[in-house]
């Protein structure tokens, strides 16, 4: 905790502290007591929705001169000579093919990069994925009210219990994958792993698979490492150059969330080095993302609910969801007043609301509207009637 808060010395949040078993106990009695010693608290930062933060970096990347295509894949790349020449690109909605002309690709494709790399003469296998697998759960006896990390009794690895949108999702797990990349599931072992840790750590819990709503499963796109324990392998990321035998062409390794902007950093200086450009101080330290025009949140939220024109309910979901952009969907409304027209009562979504997602953040798909944009697809309850008149 001490090295913790010396490598983010500058940071917002306040320093670690130190509970001892009676501190810990106070702020979560649900925990099992035997064997309790203490406990450390530090602060962190949470991503409610991942779906939403890639939307917005495509959104700042359109901004800047970037095209963006979605539902689209790599059939392949065009390699002449031992250098790049191009991409072959696959319209998945049209079935149609494109081809891009570039002397530079960058193969960031996660747990897929080996399959943009077939049919090309390069070095053995990238990845070798774990998969990991978290669920969703309603609140429970003995829930934190704040984040809990703990080790695993079985095997000592990272879990937790994180609060989450008026619920709670227990995690996660680390397993080698070799199955379908684009059909992960978490299989039974998994389950029975989760809901174990999860109640003998909070034992008041009594979790058991009815109490599962829905989770998510995921590809770590790690380095293949064939042998040895999962824990072991490097979470670190590389920029894997395939120079000399394909100029041109460099495969991302590794990479998570939580260090992105990083490895766009670094991934942006290498591209320059690479076309023989001047080198430039990178902007993104301190960029903004296009939902975040506010310095304070919670005042943003309460004055845009008072000026925008909307309804209480939609002006806070909205502003919830799209931040600073909110307004963006008010004038549709006022510009259109049909627009106001509430489709999901529970979810306070507007017709506004979908024509915006489609039109300004490249929506292709009803699954795009509903678990990537919009976000109530991965609410509670989703009425059949509602996705009818989304459709």
């Known amino acids: 905790m001490v090295a913790y808060d010396v490598l983010s010395w500058d940071k917002s949040v306040p320093h670690h502290s130190v509970w001892g078993k009676r501190g810990v106990l106070r702020r979560v009695p649900g925990l099992e007591i035997e064997g309790l010693s203490g406990a450390a608290a ?29 539902h689209a894949s790599v059939a392949g790349l065009d390699v002449r000579d031992g250098v790049v020449a ?19 690709v960058f193969n960031a494709a996660g747990p897929w990069a080996d399959r943009v790399l077939s049919g090309l003469e390069v070095e053995p296998r990238l990845i070798g994925g774990t998969k990991g697998s ?31 949108r ?22 039974t072992g998994e389950v029975d792993y989760i809901l174990r840790e999860t109640n003998l750590v909070l034992p008041r819990a009594g979790l058991a698979k009815k109490d599962l709503l829905w989770g998510y499963t995921g590809v770590r796109p790690l380095p293949d490492v064939p042998e040895g324990d999962v824990g072991d392998i490097t979470r670190r990321h590389t920029l894997h150059d395939h120079a000399p035998e394909i100029r041109g062409l460099v495969s991302l390794v590794g990479g998570k969330l939580t260090t992105f902007r990083q490895v ?10 690479k076309l023989g450009t001047r080198k430039r101080r990178s902007a993104t330290r301190r960029l903004r993302l296009p939902g975040a025009g506010f310095l ?11 000026g925008s024109g909307l309804d ?24 259109d007043p049909a627009a106001r027209e509430v489709i999901d009562e529970e979810n306070s979504l507007t017709v506004a609301e979908i024509s ?14 509903l678990a990537r944009r919009t976000m109530v697809g991965i609410g509670p309850t989703v009425p059949d009637g509602v996705v009818d008149r989304i459709a």
Do not use: K
Not at 264 to 273: K, Q
Not at 316 to 330: D, F, K, N, P, T
Not at 356 to 369: H, M, N, Q
């Open 356 to 369: 915006f997602v489609i039109e300004e953040e490249f929506a292709g798909s009803l699954t795009d509207i």
């Open 264 to 273: 766009g950093e670094e991934a942006a200086r290498l591209a320059l080095e």
């Open 42 to 70: 530090y602060y962190d930062a949470q991503v409610e929705l991942a779906e939403r933060l890639c939307v917005e970096i495509s959104l700042a990347a359109r901004s800047a001169g970037a095209t963006i295509l979605t």
């Open 166 to 187: 008026g619920q709670y999702t227990i995690g996660s797990t680390d397993e080698r994958f070799d199955g379908n990349l684009d059909d992960p599931a978490p299989s």
């Open 134 to 164: 978290h669920f969703v759960v309603d609140s429970f006896p003995g829930a934190p009210s704040d984040a809990l990390y703990y080790e695993a009794r079985s095997d000592g690895r990272a879990m937790m219990v994180l609060p989450w």
């Open 312 to 335: 209480e309910p939609v002006a806070r979901r909205v502003a919830g969801i799209y931040g600073s952009r909110a307004r963006l969907v008010a004038e549709r409304v006022a510009a």
């Open 86 to 104: 191009g991409v072959e690109i696959n319209d998945e909605h049209t079935g149609e093919r494109h081809s891009a002309s570039t002397s530079l």
């Open 296 to 306: 304070d949140f919670g005042r943003f939220v309460e004055d845009f609910v008072q």
